[in-house]
């Protein structure tokens, strides 16, 4: 008898680990699809057409200053937005940075 209560004990316990460990992957699951949901990048209504924005809306972007919204508005117009570091309009630093939020329409 006291045999049996310890091969049920011992299943009970690697039943309970079973689950503590899957708990722990679907959090961490859960976890990485939030994380990944903030990194996405954005929906074309929200991108920046650097063709068309204002030098306050280029301003808005990371490492966009006076001097490099004034470059870009100066250097229009874009044939695509790859142009913005091929021109040596801004760095290819400040171009990866912003490269994701931005477009140029034609």
């Given at each position: 008898m006291k045999l049996v209560r310890r091969i049920r004990a011992?299943?009970?316990?690697?039943?309970?680990a079973a689950l503590a460990m899957l708990l722990v992957c679907l959090a961490g699951t859960?976890?990485?699809?939030?994380?990944a949901a903030v990194?996405?990048?954005?929906?074309a209504a929200?991108?920046?057409?650097?063709?068309r924005a204002t030098l306050d809306e280029l301003k808005t972007l990371p490492g966009i200053g006076d001097a490099y919204a004034g470059?870009?508005?100066?250097?229009r117009p874009y044939?695509?937005?790859?142009?913005?570091?091929s021109k040596g309009v801004i760095p290819v630093a400040?171009?990866?940075?912003?490269?994701?939020l931005i477009i140029a329409k034609q």
């Open positions: 011992r299943k009970m316990s690697v039943v309970m859960a976890s990485s699809r939030s994380t990194k996405t990048a954005p929906n929200s991108l920046i057409d650097i063709n470059k870009i508005v100066k250097n044939l695509n937005k790859t142009q913005l570091s400040t171009y990866a940075k912003i490269r994701a």
